[in-house]
């Protein structure tokens, strides 16, 4: 009498609607068993073999899913050369999300627009002690001009701030900036 051909699922010891997570679990367990470092030199090279076999086939789901097709429907007599051509899967090359993209860089611009349309002006910030043209100064007891906010009372405008080795244009006076980085030439106010 022959010996009927175990299925990959009895081979491995699981239902056959088990999950993905229930095969790789039966399959580490079955290769324990039957690994012949596990067992001894007792261990059968063909049942490692039909192990891994049947955790090639069904731990991938195209694969797996036409080895269920065959289960349901033998496959048909072949001649004993014919070879059994198991197609693959064929893959759909991933496309760009240029609408999900495009989608993203829209609403931001919105957002950008919405945000700066509600948002209050920023307030002018007050002197930063650096002087350049158009700052406002008031003249100290050493001579040296401090920039101060033009909405307070100044002395006098920077028309333009100059190295110590240069002269200011004639309608101008000079005065050492404070932080002495140059003379400032002020026009009086």
Known sequence: MAQQKRTHYEVLGVRTNASAEEIKTAYRRKIREAHPD???ATASSAEVAAINEAWNVLSQTGR???YDRSLITPPSPTKPDERTVVPYEVFQRARFPWRFVLGIIAVGVVGVLLLNAVSQPAAPSGPDGLLSGGSCVVIDATQAAVE???DEPHDAVVQQLIGFDMTCPTDTEAFRDR???GVACVVRS
Request: proline share 0%; hydrophobic share 50%; glycine share 16%.
């Open 38 to 40: 596990a067992v001894g």
């Open 64 to 66: 797996r899913a036409l």
């Open 148 to 150: 101060v906010s033009c």
């Open 179 to 181: 932080q002495g980085m």
